[in-house]
């Protein structure tokens, strides 16, 4: 638990640090584990970048046992889920049109109060360290 949050992380084993599960958090390789329960799903970028390393099989085979759908979201996810991606979105790798754009997502509104978050996060970093 981190801030009264249960986090759970997902994804290839390949992309997922060693150890993680020490800092408290539930480790999954099953997409659907991941989902269900959830409140919100934060969706990270796939670098494209890391395909040169060998990291995937191919961004196909990451899109299907990786990538939300809104088929996935209807059968797995809460009826009031928050979808999350802080950008730039693959859309059909890490999630389809649909979900970015639809109903469950809040992506809009964290990219627009993204960089506000951010400065009051440092603004008040910056008052600890005066202290």
Known sequence: ????AKITVCGPKTLIPQNIDQ???KVVNYLPDAIK???VLN????????QKYGLLPSLREY??????TKEKLAKFAKKDVLVMHPGPINRGIEMTSNV???????????V??????????FYLIAQVGEN
């Open 100 to 110: 970015a754009d639809g109903q469950y997502s809040v992506i809009l509104n964290q």
């Open 23 to 25: 800092l408290g958090v």
């Open 1 to 4: 638990k981190k801030l009264g």
């Open 43 to 50: 969706i990270l970028r796939i670098q494209n970048e890391r």
């Open 37 to 39: 329960g959830a409140d």
């Open 63 to 68: 899109s299907k046992e990786f990538g939300i």
């Open 112 to 121: 627009t109060n993204g960089l506000a978050v951010r400065m009051a996060v």
